[in-house]
């Protein structure tokens, strides 16, 4: 009795696990081309595979990053994302690459985190004034100026940013240790969320008036 109990225990893990998958999983086959269309799966893995058979090269492949992308923007800066939804093959493997275009004097990927990559990125072009902060209680600030062929690591889930400090455009390439690193800009998230966080809350929190929120709030639910 006591070993039917352990063992139902055991399966309802087993099942609960097959539907929570925080991390890219450790692929159990050489990979697992992701495909919508269940005709030609072949089995679940986070997503439904594509037959093995039927992968071509093109389901790992993805051509267009040497072009740059138009930073005419608030922040000055731009981002080619080279994940899962561009390369199908990069299903369950845990790694993706973005391109980061910066504007000249000042251009900015603004603070924002990854939930679940760490970053590296090395830049091919200009000045990039980089950092992250450490989590509670230190928030210490780890930055420095980097320059071509300089290389940096943002830890997973710190707070981030690069910024570019030079008289012209700078790029960066960036890796990142999953599938689908998802990405949290700070202020987008806080102050323009949908629908937006009572200004009360934010007021308090970053200790601003009402009226600055308010204004902070219309800022961000425009972009
Ligand atoms: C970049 O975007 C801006 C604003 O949308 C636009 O005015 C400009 O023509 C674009 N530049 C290029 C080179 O496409």
């Known amino acids: 009795m006591k070993g039917a109990g352990f063992l139902l225990a055991f399966n309802l893990l087993v099942l609960a ?10 692929p159990l086959q050489d990979f697992c081309v992701a495909i919508d269309d269940t005709k030609n799966g072949v089995f679940v893995n986070g997503k439904f595979c594509k037959d ?8 790992f492949f993805f051509s267009g990053l040497n072009i740059p992308k138009n930073t005419s923007n608030y922040v000055g800066s731009a981002v080619t994302p080279v994940n899962v939804d561009q390369i199908p093959g990069l299903n369950t493997l845990g790694i993706s690459l973005v391109r980061i275009d910066y504007a000249p004097n000042g251009g900015l990927n603004p603070p924002h985190t990854h939930p679940r990559g760490t970053e590296i990125l090395v830049v091919l072009e200009g000045e990039l004034y980089v950092g992250f902060v450490t989590s509670n209680p230190n928030n210490r600030l780890i930055s420095k100026i980097l320059y071509p062929g300089d290389v940096f690591v943002f830890p997973i889930g710190l707070i981030h940013f690069q910024q570019n400090v030079g008289k012209t455009k700078a790029v960066a390439f960036a890796g990142l240790s999953s599938q689908n690193p ?4 700070i ?8 629908l937006p966080i009572n200004p009360d809350v934010l ?5 601003l008036s009402n009226k600055v929120v308010k204004y902070l709030q219309s800022r961000f639910r425009s972009f």
């Open 182 to 185: 998802g990405v949290i800009t």
């Open 203 to 207: 007021a308090r929190a970053f200790q």
């Open 52 to 59: 093995p058979k039927l992968a071509t090269a093109n389901d």
């Open 187 to 194: 202020a987008n998230a806080v102050f323009g969320s949908n």
């Open 17 to 26: 696990s097959s539907f929570v998958s925080a991390y890219d999983p450790s």
